[in-house]
């Protein structure tokens, strides 16, 4: 499965399981770089095997034009994208 | 890939729809007997224009005019031209796209032209219901399947059919984004429904078979019997509150 910077994806595996990320960088083929803005903040993200995240298909179309813009990304911007997600998921 | 937006994207589309609601408002005023669907247009063009928009449909893989109007057995796409006047009795779809700043905002309106026969209003007036009946399931968690089944479902027992060749579609920074919405299939199935996505629910219903067909200038497309039909369509963005329509005034 190959991830692209931008893509909402949802953890398999550890204390995140569950949660959905936007994947922030890639590194190699195996790992990728996610942040919620919440559990995983923009100055810390989260090296994540590409195993244990799922695709779910959709994707933060403002981040990934942000990411590739170089322009900075906000912890705001993430929670605002995904808490909506996140608290779908929870409720 | 479908993109879900974020509350700054939502509110420009929200300008956006906005400008196509109040361009409905302003044509529902002009639809009379004797107007030609190319004066619809040239109205239609000079609002959205004059609101610092831009037509959607204007150029869209080729597409000539700034609006579609699509009158009596016309399902969708009809190309608005100077050599058709509309006729008392007549039904006239009519489909407006406006871009503001970057983002679409999509919808369809079925009107009566002059006094219509019951039959043809009870067409107009199952479609639109039939958008409700769709809507009401755009809610986080359930399925696109969950709309195209409500639609249908209503659809159907009314004694008319749901178009089947065409569907509505995701919108937002493109005029047709993923995923597909259609207006027939089974609840429960299809893409998982999320907070911040946008679509457009469109359904076409025609008084008789679902078949179209596509005319020789490419575009309008037909009944296979030539009976009426209809078509009803807003943009609405998905939310845990609720499904909110976006092409509103």
């Known amino acids: 499965m190959e991830l692209n910077a931008g893509e909402i ?23 990728v770089f996610v942040c919620d803005g919440k559990l995983r903040k923009v100055d810390k993200p989260k090296k994540k095997k590409i195993k244990h995240l799922a695709r779910t298909g959709f994707l933060a179309e403002e981040i990934k034009e942000k ?7 906000t912890n705001q911007d993430l929670r605002k994208m995904l808490g909506k997600m996140n608290s779908d998921a929870n409720a | 890939m479908i993109r879900v937006k974020s509350e700054h994207e939502i509110e420009k589309m929200r300008s956006a729809g906005r400008i196509v609601a109040e361009t409905f408002e302003m044509l529902s005023e002009t639809i009379k007997p004797g107007v030609t669907t190319k004066e619809l247009n040239a109205l239609a063009d000079e609002f959205i224009k004059k609101n610092k928009a831009t ?145 457009a629910i469109e359904p076409m219903v025609n008084m008789g078979t679902y078949h179209v067909n596509t005319l020789s200038d490419g575009w309008t497309v037909v009944t296979a019997d030539k009976k009426l039909s209809a078509h009803y369509e807003n943009s609405v963005v998905v939310t845990a509150k609720g499904p909110e329509i976006l092409t509103k005034c």
């Open chain 2, 55 to 199: 037509c959607s449909f204007y150029r869209y893989n080729g597409y000539p005019a700034s609006i579609c109007t699509s009158v009596n057995e016309q399902v969708v796409h009809g190309i608005p031209s100077g050599s058709v006047a509309l006729k008392a009795g007549d039904i006239v779809s009519i489909d407006i796209g406006a871009c503001y700043e970057g983002y679409h905002g999509d919808a369809a309106r079925t009107f009566a032209v002059g006094t219509i026969s019951s039959e043809a209003q009870k067409l107009i007036d199952v479609t639109k219901q039939s958008f409700f009946e769709g809507m009401s399931k755009a809610i986080p968690g359930n399925r696109i399947g969950d709309i195209a089944n409500a639609v249908q479902s209503y659809v159907e027992s009314n004694g008319f059919s749901v178009v089947r060749a065409l569907v509505g579609h995701g919108v937002g920074a493109e005029l047709h984004e993923a995923p597909e919405v259609p207006n027939f299939g089974t609840a429960g199935r299809g893409v998982r429904l999320v907070s911040g996505m946008t679509i």
């Open chain 1, 9 to 31: 994806v949802c953890s398999k595996a550890g204390r995140d399981k569950g949660r959905y990320f936007v994947v922030m960088e890639t590194e190699g083929s195996e790992f």
């Open chain 1, 67 to 73: 990411l590739s813009l170089g322009e900075k990304v």
